[in-house]
């Protein structure tokens, strides 16, 4: 069976979605990566949310940022597969649909990242070039990437 995708608002959520949606990011981000920091931002509310299941477990997740007054261009962040389901080639699928989805919903357009340095050839492959060095953020080498229209 193949692995559904939704995309959602963060009105849209109900709150067993949300709960696991959060749950995802917690188990990777903080827990997995050994690494305290606020992952709650206040940007959620005005994102959209590509979640991933395989039946009903979310199995990975990704966030849409529209741009705004804060950021300039729209940006895809907060890229998710859990660790049972990687090496599977679902981080590119779901990278080629979040693309997918901007380029419907807003245009062709710039579209920018800040991505764990050591992912930079993964982003690559999506046409994702580093711009400047890595720094860090949250104590994780980063570096600013962008994707041209």
Request: net charge negative; hydrophobic share 40%.
């Amino acid at each position: 069976m193949p692995f559904q995708y939704t995309t959602l608002s963060f009105q849209a959520f109900t709150p067993e979605q949300l709960y696991a949606y959060l749950q995802l990011r917690s188990e990777v981000f903080v827990v997995e990566q050994n690494c305290v920091y606020q992952d709650l931002d206040n940007l959620d509310q005005d994102s959209l949310h590509v979640l991933v299941y395989d039946a009903q477990l979310l199995i990975a997740c990704a966030r849409i940022v529209a741009a705004n007054e804060k950021y300039p261009n729209i940006s895809i962040g907060r890229v998710i597969v859990a660790a049972t389901h990687r090496k599977q080639d679902l981080g590119h699928a779901l990278m080629k649909y979040c693309i997918e989805t901007i380029e419907a919903r807003f245009g062709q357009q710039k579209i920018v990242l800040s991505a764990q340095a050591h992912l930079q050839n993964f982003y690559k492959k999506h046409n994702f070039a580093p711009q400047g060095e890595i720094y860090l953020e949250d104590g994780i080498p980063h570096v600013y990437m962008e994707r041209n229209k």
